[in-house]
């Protein structure tokens, strides 16, 4: 049955008119106006990356990787062993890939190496959210956690990026889904979509909740935005 799932979430993937049905969009707007901003910041001339990209491209000059070819994917590689030279990157992007990955901390540890001095990173992982697997799902985070896997960046932004409705709404929806399947596992994803989005208007409350500064106590997801340290020099002292 898993493989069932896996197939019919390939397809969906791959198809941008049918992808509406591999979940409810749940909004994340903290994160996609930071995302937009860094990426207007910092000039069309910006080499950037992002890892993990699905089937989107964020802007023109964004360079797309992924673990499986599609129409808009540029690289295909492992995000565990960048194909890329150290001190590459103006800003590396990495959405929902973290809690997929059995070492994260080798992939950030990759972004790190691959970004130049001064450069930046943009990732966001789930908190509370029913397992998805992409085809695994290994790990959540809150806050502090996140914070802490990207340590060796200065930190400039962090937080809640899709709130406690959106945590309730999944919980939700996957539970009647699973209630009401009787053990089939693609009656109960189908289950939880429709019943999604039935009551997908109640995730609006989360553009008033989100104004609570600790919304990341149930939220969803989370993110951070950091900067790799800018290298320093200093010249050399005359010796008399």
């Not at 950037?48 to 990787?65: E, H, K, Q, W, Y």
Request: hydrophobic share 40%.
């Amino acid at each position: 049955m898993s493989n069932q799932i896996q197939k019919l979430k390939g397809f969906l993937r791959k198809s941008k008119s049918m992808s509406i049905f591999m979940g409810c969009p749940y909004p994340a707007f903290r994160w996609n106006r930071a995302v937009k901003r860094k990426i207007y910041e910092l000039g069309a001339e910006a080499k950037i990356l992002d890892l993990g990209s699905g089937t989107d491209r964020r802007a023109p000059n964004v360079i797309t990787l992924e673990i499986e070819a599609n129409s808009n994917v540029d690289i295909v590689g492992d995000g565990h062993q960048l194909p890329f030279h150290d001190n590459v990157f103006d800003a590396i992007i990495n959405e929902a890939v973290l809690e997929h990955v059995l070492e994260p901390k080798q992939i950030v540890d990759e972004i790190y190496r691959v970004l130049k001095p001064g450069g930046y990173v943009c990732a966001a992982v789930p908190f509370l959210q029913g397992f998805h697997a992409s085809p695994h799902d290994y790990q959540r985070y809150t806050v502090p956690g996140f914070n802490h896997l990207f340590s060796a960046f200065i930190k400039i932004e962090s937080g809640a990026c899709a709130g406690p409705t959106a945590s309730l709404h999944w919980i939700f929806r996957e539970y009647v889904g699973l209630m009401l399947s009787f053990g089939n596992l693609l009656a109960a994803k189908i289950i939880s979509l429709i019943i999604g989005w039935l009551t997908f208007p109640i995730i609006l409350i989360d553009y008033i909740l989100m104004i609570n500064k600790h919304s990341h106590i149930l939220a969803s997801a989370v993110y951070f935005v950091g900067q790799k340290e800018k290298k320093t020099t200093t010249e050399p002292t005359d010796q008399k």
